[in-house]
C-alpha cells in the first residue's frame, strides 16, 4: 500500500472510508449522481412517449374516459396521412419554416459579417441585437398583435408612412397572415443566428487570411475559398436547430394568429393542440404527435452530429 | 498615422464605419418594438389607440393601476355621491368612472412563475450538477448514448408530451398545482443543465480535485470543497438559463393549469379585458415580466453562445 493510500484512508472519516477503501466508490458515486436525472427522465418523457404510442393505436378520448378503449391498429395513422387538412397544415408549417429561417440565415450573416469588423462599441450593440430571442415568445405575440392593429397599430403606421396600401389587416387577410408570422419569428430569432455565426467567424485562424493575403487574393476570393467553407458547419448548425425549434413551434403563433384566419397559419404543432385539447381526439392527436417526433428525432441526430463537428473547434 | 491599419487584415476605418453605422441601424429597428411598449404603459387607454401614434404623450399609470386592479363601473351620480377617493391610485380609477373592486390575479400570476420557475430552476440545476460531475469525471457505460437521449428530450414538441403528461397528471392529482409544473419544468431543463454543466466541468482541472484527495478528502468532500466552488460561475449561468426557460414556458403553463397554478404567459394575453382595448395594462404587464429577463440577458452576454448551443460552443 502506498503512502497516498495510507494518508487517505487515515484522514477518511469511517462512512466514506468503507467506500472508497473498496474501490465501489466511484462507480457507486457515479450511478447515484446519474441516477435521479434518468429517473425523472424516464417518468416524465420516455413512460409518456411509450404511452402516447399506445395511445396512437386507440380511439381514446381524453374527455370520456370511462368509455371503453378499442385497439383500432395502424387507422389513426392512416387517417392523419391521407387526411387533406394535415397536407394543408404540412404546407403552411413549410412555408413558416422556409422563409422564416432562409430571412434569419440570410440576415444573421450579414449582421455577423458587419460585427465581425469589430467597429467601435461592437460588442455592446451585438448584446442589444440579442435581447428579442430571450423573450417568452407567447408575450411577444401578444404585444406584437397590438403593433398589427389595422386602426392603430404603430406596424401599420410605419408601412403606410412609406406608401403602404392604407387600412390593411395584418392577421386577418389570408395572404398577409403567413407572413406576419414569419416576420415577427425573424425579428426574434435572426439574434440567434448571428451569435452562432460570429463564433463560428470568429474561429476561423488569423493565418488563412494573411496566406491569402500574400497571394493577393481578392476580397471575393477570400468570402468563398476561407469563410463560407470555414463557417458552413456553423451555419447548418443553426439551420438544423431553427428547423427543429420552428418546426415543433406554437406558442407565438398560437398567440400571434391561433391559426387563423381560417387555418392559413394553421402549422401542425397547433393542430396537433387543437386536436388533442379542443376536439379531445386523443388517439388521433397521440399518431400525428408520433409522426412529428419521428420527423424531429431524425433532425436531431443530424444536428449533434454537427454539434460534435464544431466542438472540436 | 492613426489611419495606417494594424496589419493587413484589420478593417479600414471607413468599413468599419461603414459596419457600425448598418448594424446600429438594425439594432435600433429590432428595439423599437421592445420600447414602443414600454412607453404604451405608461400611457392612457385612449392615447394607447391614437391614430397616427403618438410618440409623445401624456405619462399616466393608468395602464399599472388597471394592471394590478379589478373594476366595475358605476353610474355619474352613485360616483357623485362616494366620499373623496384616499389614494392617488382610487382617484385614477374614479377618473374613468370607475371604483375599485378589488386586486387582479396579475401578482398571484406572477407569484406562480416566480414559485415554479426558482423550484424548478433549483431542482434541475442540483440533479444537472451531479450527473454533469459524473459524465464529466466517471466512466459511466453508454456514456454518449446516454448523453444524446437526454438530450433528444429536449428536442420533443411540448404538445407531443403534453397530451400523455396531462392524463398522468389528472390520474395522481397533479393538474394546475404547483409541484406538476415544477416537476415538468425541472424535467424539461434537466438536458439544457447536464450538457451546459459538464461543458464548466470538463474545464476544471482534475489535479484540483486529485491533490485534494491526496490531501485526505474523500471523493464526496473533494467534490463539495473543490468542484463546487470552481463550478460557481457555470452553475450560476446554468441557473438563469433554467430560470429563463421556465419563466418564459407557455405550452404546458396553458395545457396543464387553469387557476390556481397558472404563471405569467398564459395569463398576459388575458389582460387585455373590457372591449378588447386596455393596451396599457397589457403593456404595464408585458413590461413587469419581460424586465427580469433582459436585465438577466445583459448579466448573461458572455455566456449567451454557450446556453442557447447547450454547452457545445464556447467561443
Known sequence: MSYVQTRLIASTPMRFRLLSAQGLSDRALAWLFVGPTIVLLLAFNIFPLLWTIYLSFTNFRANRPNADTLWVGISNYQRVLGDET??????????FLVWSIALQLLLGFGLALLLNRRFRSHSFWSTAILLPMMLAPAVVGTFWKYFFEPQYGIFNYIINFFGGPGTFTMLGDTQLSPWAIVLVDTWMWTPYVMLLLLAGLRSIPAYLYEAAEIDRASAWTKFWRITLPMVMPFIILALLFRTIENFKMFDLVDQLTNGGPGSVTELASIHLKREAFEKWRTGYASALAIIMFVSIYGLSLVAVRFLDKVKQR | MKNIPLSPLEPSARSKWLAGSVVITYAVISLIPLLWIFMTSFRTPQDAIAYPPKVVTEQSLIGYVNLFTTRSRVSAEELASLPPPKTWYESLVRDQQMILAGPSRFIDRYSNSLLIGFGSTLLSVVLGTLAAYAFSRFRV????????????????????IAIPVYLMFRNVGLNDTHIGLVLLYTVVNLSL???LLQGFMDEIPREYEEAAMVDGYTRWQAFVKVVLPQAATGIATTSIFCLIFAWNEYAFALLLTSGTAQTSPPFIPTIIGEGGLDWPAMAAGTTLFLLP??????????????????????K
Open chain 1, 86 to 95: 394535415i397536407w394543408e397544415n404540412f404546407r403552411a408549417t413549410a412555408h
Open chain 2, 141 to 160: 457505460p453508454g456514456k454518449q448514448d446516454l448523453l444524446f437521449f437526454i438530450l433528444s428530450t429536449r428536442m420533443m414538441p411540448p404538445i407531443a
Open chain 2, 193 to 195: 443543465s447536464v450538457w
Open chain 2, 293 to 314: 429577463v433582459l436585465f438577466f440577458t445583459v448579466l448573461l452576454r458572455r455566456h449567451l453562445l454557450r446556453g442557447v448551443t447547450f454547452g457545445a460552443i464556447r
